[in-house]
């Protein structure tokens, strides 16, 4: 039986693993260190995985990754966009390893098929992965600044997923360590998804097919785990849903997060 979980995710540093049919790490952000550390805890190493999915080329989504691959080279999948900008941060790697995907148009990795679909953000050309196993279907979605019509076509037709509550928007406007621009950036439709809007979403995938969701990319200045998971249990009460009809949790900023049984 496989599993998806967290390793750390949040405004710092982004790193995801699937471990299945086949072992995957969705995006390289914090250190080579971290990331080593978080995959032993879990008996796993980086010399299982078979290829490393990136959404996006900021920082905190690629931070390691030169050296990763100077260290394992395994295949590097992002869209031409972000991988012409990647080349551009780090020209150091190995052109090869790089293997162009296009969004809503699925691979695979062994046996598991990987759909990159569409998110607004003020990226390259930012995606977001759905990753079936024949049997659940995971959805991925962090940095996004609005629920677009390809992030909802998606995520609707899964299982599980892992979406972006980013910022509690009180807190966002009056944090005086942010100036108007940023807080104007991170509001926008290429920024990123507030708690209330997370909660608004994640009401309608529960209403589809998704019973388990996990909130990612919390901001470490703008939110706090309590008000993510406080706004999302309202949204889904204020709708009659119980308690029981679906599992709900928030992925850390710096360890692992409950795993997702897939």
């Given at each position: ?24 790490l969705i995006d390289c952000g914090g250190s080579f260190r971290k990331i080593s550390k978080a995959l032993a805890e879990l008996d796993s190493s ?127 406007l009056s944090n005086p360590k942010y100036p108007y621009p940023l807080k104007r950036r991170i509001l926008s439709d290429f920024g990123h998804l ?69």
């Amino acid at each position: 039986m496989g599993y998806f979980c967290s390793l750390f995710s949040g405004s710092t540093g982004n790193s995801y693993i699937y471990k299945d049919k086949a072992t995957i790490l969705i995006d390289c952000g914090g250190s080579f260190r971290k990331i080593s550390k978080a995959l032993a805890e879990l008996d796993s190493s980086y010399s299982e995985i078979q290829g490393i999915l990136i959404t996006h080329e900021h920082s905190d989504h690629i931070n390691s990754l030169k050296t990763f691959i100077k260290k394992f080279p395994v295949p590097i999948y992002a869209n031409e966009k972000t991988v012409e900008k990647i080349k551009t941060i780090y020209p150091e790697i190995d052109a090869s390893l790089y293997k162009i995907v296009e969004k809503d148009k699925p691979f695979y990795i062994n046996d598991i098929e990987i759909t990159p679909f569409n998110t607004w953000h003020d990226s390259a050309d930012s995606m977001g992965y759905t990753i079936f196993n024949g049997d659940k279907k995971l959805g991925i979605a962090t940095d996004i600044g609005k629920i677009c019509e390809d992030v909802e076509k998606n995520l609707i037709t899964c299982d599980k997923v892992l979406i972006e509550s980013n910022h509690d928007v009180n807190m966002l406007l009056s944090n005086p360590k942010y100036p108007y621009p940023l807080k104007r950036r991170i509001l926008s439709d290429f920024g990123h998804l507030s708690n209330e809007n997370c909660a608004k979403f994640i009401v309608k995938l529960l209403e589809t097919k998704t019973d388990q969701f996990v909130l990612g990319h919390l901001s470490r200045e703008n939110n706090l785990p309590s008000l993510a998971l406080e706004s999302a249990r309202e949204a889904l009460s204020s709708h009659g849903a119980k308690n029981t009809d679906y599992t709900l949790s928030v992925a850390d900023f710096d360890k692992i997060s409950e795993k997702i049984i897939l």
